[in-house]
Each structure stands twice: as C-alpha cells, then as structure tokens.
C-alpha cells in the first residue's frame, strides 16, 4: 500500500489511465475527484465496522 499526504488541488496519477485529485479537505472529511475512463470501475468501498462500534449503534438503537 502506498501512502501520500497531498494537499487541496494537487493530484496523484495512477498509470495512464486515472487522476485523482484532491479538492477539499475538512475535519475528517475529504472530498476527491477521479478523471478515469468510463470503462474503469471506480467504487466507494466502506470499511467493516469492529465490534466496538457495532455495540456502541447497538446501544443507541436501544436507547433511541
């Protein structure tokens, strides 16, 4: 796994076939561009939650 710290507005190009850009940073939130071809498939993939977290809606689910 490669890990880069870029800033807003600057982009990392994976082959020659996608860019992806940062657009803005806030908090926790980031929010990033991809220019692909539309023959790639690009996906939002959610990490599983750890049983910590599980309990924790859980319990909130209870008390709701």
């Given at each position: 796994m490669l890990r880069l710290d870029?800033?807003?507005?600057?982009s990392v190009q994976i082959g020659?076939?996608?860019t992806m850009t940062l657009e803005e940073k806030s908090g926790k939130n980031a929010r990033i561009a991809f220019d692909a071809d539309r023959s790639i498939p690009i996906r939002k993939v959610v990490p599983?939650?750890?049983p910590a977290q599980s309990m924790r809606r859980g319990?909130?689910?209870l008390s709701a």
């Open positions: 870029i800033k807003a507005g600057e020659d076939f996608l599983a939650s750890t319990i909130a689910a």
